[in-house]
């Protein structure tokens, strides 16, 4: 299998503070994941496509400058909420699939984080 | 883009009935199908998957079944016990990336 490790789980900061949630494939080497938000009783929603050595591809309405994400190395990938407000609260939730496993893309998924702006 | 549609949003059996959730997908190019089951606050688990290349695939309980030129699936619950009360995400993916249709809402009540 494959182990996705997302970390923290919950995350509660004041408004106009900055959060950092990290993404990490344990056994495996992900050269692309993806961030996705999942509002109460919503479905998930795909933000961004998070490429190992290059920018982030974000999904239209998604501000790229407000949700910061890098993915530096191919065990981790980082998502910062910039000046987080209460509207950013939300089920953030890490993917990525193993390239050596698979060929169409099952997607192994990080336990999410719950994050509440005050 | 790809568009899913997921029915119903919500559905109520007894236990040891059986349960049918449809999805419909707009990519003709989309190869891959997996359903996830959600509880509360957690991650999606994946329960069952199929591939373009195949019409039904069966997994004890559940089965899935693809109907590529209508473009549609669906998944089979028999035997509905009370911990499948769970939300139930369909999805459709090219190249690894997912769409999900917007969930289904099982309660099994005993």
């Known amino acids: 299998g494959a182990v996705v490790s997302q970390h923290p789980s919950w995350v509660i900061c004041k408004s106009g503070t900055s959060v950092k949630i990290e993404c990490r494939s344990l056994d495996f080497q992900a050269t692309t994941m993806f961030w996705y938000r999942q509002f109460p009783k919503q479905s998930l929603m795909l933000m961004a496509t998070?490429?190992?050595?290059?920018?982030?591809?974000?999904e239209q309405g998604v501000e790229k400058d407000k949700f910061l994400i890098n993915h530096a190395s191919l065990t981790l990938s980082t998502l910062t909420v910039t000046s987080a407000h209460p509207e950013d609260s939300s089920f953030y939730i890490c993917s990525a699939t193993n390239p050596d496993t698979d060929i169409t893309g099952e997607l192994f998924f990080g336990e999410g984080s719950r994050l509440t702006v005050l | 883009g790809e568009n899913v549609e997921q029915h119903p949003s919500t559905l109520s059996v007894q236990e040891g009935d059986s349960a049918v959730i449809k999805c419909t997908y707009s990519d003709s190019a989309s190869n891959y199908f997996p359903w996830y089951k959600q509880e509360l606050g957690k991650r999606p688990q994946l329960i069952i998957d199929?591939?373009?290349?195949?019409g039904e695939k069966k997994d004890q309980r559940i089965a899935v079944t693809l109907n590529k030129t209508a473009k549609h699936f669906s998944l089979h619950i028999t035997e509905t016990q009370p911990e499948d009360s769970a939300v139930y995400f369909c999805a459709a993916s090219r190249y690894s990336t997912l769409t999900f249709g917007k969930g289904t809402m099982l309660l099994v009540s005993p």
């Open positions: 998070s490429n190992e050595g290059s920018k982030a591809t974000y």
């Open positions: 199929i591939r373009s290349n195949v």
